[in-house]
C-alpha cells in the first residue's frame, strides 16, 4: 500500500488548507484512515481517523477546525484545516490501518506564518 500525501504550503494564521491522500488500493475496506502530524522536537499526534463507515474522531487541538473525509471511489482521504495556528505547522502524514498493519506515506509540509 502507498499513501501519497499533497497539498501542503505555507498559510497565514486563519487561513485554510486542504491537504489530500492519494492510495494505490481500493481504501473502501480499509477499517481506518487518519491524518498523523509531527512538528520539529515535538512527539508526534493524531490529527484525525475516519472508519470505513464514516465514524470520525479528532485530536483536542484540532476538534472544531478541522474535518476529515474520504471519497473510497477515488480512493482519496483529505483534511480540510481551517481556522489554522502557527502551533499547526508540521509534517502531516496519512495512515492507513489494514488489520493489524500500519501504513504510512510520505508527508506534506503545513506551514502557518505571518
Known amino acids: 500500500v502507498q499513501l501519497q500525501a499533497s497539498g501542503g504550503g505555507l498559510v497565514q494564521p486563519g487561513g485554510s488548507l486542504r491537504p489530500s491522500c492519494a492510495a494505490s488500493v481500493s481504501i473502501s475496506s480499509i477499517k481506518v484512515m487518519a491524518w498523523y502530524r509531527q512538528a520539529p522536537g515535538k512527539q508526534g499526534e493524531l490529527v484525525a481517523s475516519i472508519t470505513s463507515g464514516g465514524s470520525t474522531n479528532y485530536g483536542d487541538s484540532v476538534k472544531g477546525r478541522f474535518t476529515i473525509s474520504r471519497d473510497n471511489a477515488k480512493r482519496m482521504v483529505y483534511l480540510q484545516m481551517n481556522s489554522l495556528k502557527p502551533a499547526d505547522t508540521a509534517v502531516y502524514y496519512c495512515?492507513?490501518?489494514?488489520?493489524?498493519?500500519?501504513?504510512r506515506g510520505q508527508g506534506t509540509l503545513v506551514t502557518v506564518s505571518s
Open positions: 495512515n492507513a490501518l489494514i488489520g493489524l498493519i500500519s501504513y
